[in-house]
């Protein structure tokens, strides 16, 4: 399969205005991210889908590719869908514009998933990944998305809510990464998909899907990520990225599509 990574960027943040462009240890958010995402051998290339000339200067101007699209969107799977609609891939990869920490490995996982078969012997149209959640006020936060699964791996709910309820036995908790992998076909049809009303109450828009009958392949992973959405989380991740390594963007695109076939 091929696969390309899109970033959806826009600058219209209610909690932290212009994050995209925001400085952190000498780059851009959508830098850091972008870098983060050819770090995945998978991807055949990245492009940061977006509706602001500014980002796309930017991007343009440490090495990357950016893709103009409509301003009108509602979400970042829209934005995602209408790049889809120009590019040529078998799949596409939905990487967070917020997400500076996103791990190569994650990336690659919830690529493989939408090729591999899971124990039903089904490959799925949409994958996604989760990791466990060790402190209680992660599991309490509304901030923090849960996930449980079936014993296929296939997404039963999301919530901000704290599920499952632990009144029994005592289970293993997950929370939601945000990002997601699509098959071209499945990414263009769910483009037209109006809201839903679970969508809507807890405002996580793969409740849409799930509510029209999708399923969605989530692959639990090593690598916990951490989202870029208040002025703490950016001083949270500074001194996280500070050491991280210098590798140009050419350098790093040159590595990209090396992942089994």
């Known amino acids: ?3 390309v990574g899109v970033i959806p960027a826009r600058l219209a943040s209610t909690r932290l205005p212009g ?4 400085e952190i240890a000498g780059r851009t958010l959508i830098e850091w991210v972008y870098r983060q995402t050819l770090r995945a051998k998978v991807l055949e290339r990245v492009v940061v889908a977006t509706d602001d000339q500014r980002i796309a200067e930017v991007v343009e101007g440490f090495g990357g590719e950016a893709l103009m699209t409509r301003s009108d969107h509602l979400s970042g799977t829209d934005r995602v869908a209408e790049a889809a609609g120009k590019i040529e891939a078998d799949a596409f ?3 967070q514009g917020d997400e500076p920490l996103i791990a190569p490995q994650t990336i690659e996982r919830v690529a493989w998933a939408l090729r591999d078969e899971n124990s039903l012997g089904q490959a799925s149209p949409i994958s996604t990944a989760c990791v466990e959640i060790e402190e209680e006020r992660e599991f ?3 901030d923090v998305v849960k996930v449980v699964r079936d014993r296929a791996g296939r997404a039963l709910y999301f919530s901000r809510a704290p599920v499952p309820y632990r009144r029994g036995e005592k289970v293993p908790v997950f929370k939601h990464l945000g990002i997601y992998g699509y098959r071209r076909q499945m990414l263009l049809e769910m483009a037209s998909y109006p809201p839903t009303a679970l969508e809507k109450s807890e405002c996580l828009e ?3 899907w799930l509510e029209n009958g999708i399923p969605i392949r989530v692959v639990e992973v090593e690598h916990d990520s951490l989202g870029v959405d208040t002025p703490d989380d950016l001083e949270r991740v500074r001194p996280l990225l500070e050491n991280a390594p210098q590798d140009t963007v050419l350098e790093l695109k040159a590595q990209r599509g090396k992942g089994p076939r």
């Open 140 to 142: 309490a936060s509304p």
């Open 206 to 208: 793969q409740l849409r």
């Open 19 to 22: 994050k995209p462009l925001l």
């Open 93 to 95: 990869i939905n990487v």
């Open 1 to 3: 399969m091929r696969f």
